[in-house]
Structure formats: structure tokens, C-alpha cells
């Protein structure tokens, strides 16, 4: 997903979506839901969602209400690695 703005005054955080911040990188998010993780990352303009198919879907009209987006489909390639995704696996 692309996001062609960032958080502006008086416009939610992630954090007032749901999601909180990992120690280990100020980038990744994640909530849990009734025991499923949605994990989300942010690099640039880019935003990064992995996780139960219809919380992603949930979550993709939160973000869409809140800030503009587009979404750009499944992700190919990442920081030169190339992805491939299947019906319940991503290798």
C-alpha cells in the first residue's frame, strides 16, 4: 500500500488504530485479535501488512478512512528479496 501522506495534526496514529509499536523497530507494528497477529511495517511511503486475510481487509478500510492511500496488491519484491505467495504460505 502507498501512502502519499503522513501523520498530520489531528490525524490518528497507528497506535489509535490498535497497533503498537515493537522495541525493535520504530517501522513495525503489530495488534492481536482474538489470538491472530496482524503485523504491519512501514518503509518509506510504503506500508506492509501480513496476517489473518480478513484483518487485513478490516484494517485496509481503517487505514483508507483515516489517511489517503493506495493500495499497490500483493508485494513482489522487498529491499531486493523476492516474495512469493500461495494460499496460506509465503515463501
Known sequence: MG????????TPTLTDLGFSRTTADENLYYKVVVGRPLIL???VD???LTGDE??????????????EMKDLGLI???????VWQGPNKTG
Open 3 to 10: 501512502l502519499s501522506r503522513h501523520h498530520e495534526h489531528g
Open 41 to 43: 511495517v512501514l518503509y
Open 46 to 48: 510504503e506500508l506492509f
Open 54 to 67: 480478513d484483518m487485513i481487509v478490516k484494517c485496509k478500510r481503517e487505514l483508507t478512512r483515516e489517511f
Open 76 to 82: 513482489h519484491y522487498f529491499l531486493g528479496l523476492e
